[in-house]
């Protein structure tokens, strides 16, 4: 049986900051400025937008508003969980879906970060 989200909190965006240095270990991770979503190059992380591969809302929903605020903005930086994609994939096609809703339209599994 699945359980159902149940959000223990009030979701504050503001609980799940990370430091804007860690685009740079994005990219130094991805071997560059791409999206393993969809495969597209970008000329500047500027036609970007950090991707949270589990959005946050969600995952404070499926159980980490009972996390410790460390825990959580932990978590907001866990390199595992971050990628980059363009504005309108995350934002209008992604936004706060879960894997059951939404799965990139490239590769249905990014197993690593192999640059295309």
Known sequence: MIAREARCSP???GDYS??????A??????????SPYTGE???SVRETDIEHMVA?????DSGACAWSVERRRAFARDLDNLTLADP???RRDKSALDAADWMPPRSRCVAGR???
């Open 11 to 13: 979701y504050d965006r």
């Open 18 to 23: 990370y430091p804007a240095s860690v685009e």
């Open 25 to 34: 270990e994005i990219v130094a991770l991805l071997g560059g400025i791409w």
């Open 41 to 43: 190059r970008f000329a």
């Open 56 to 60: 946050l809302s969600e995952a404070h």
């Open 88 to 90: 309108d994939t995350n």
């Open 114 to 116: 192999e640059n295309p």
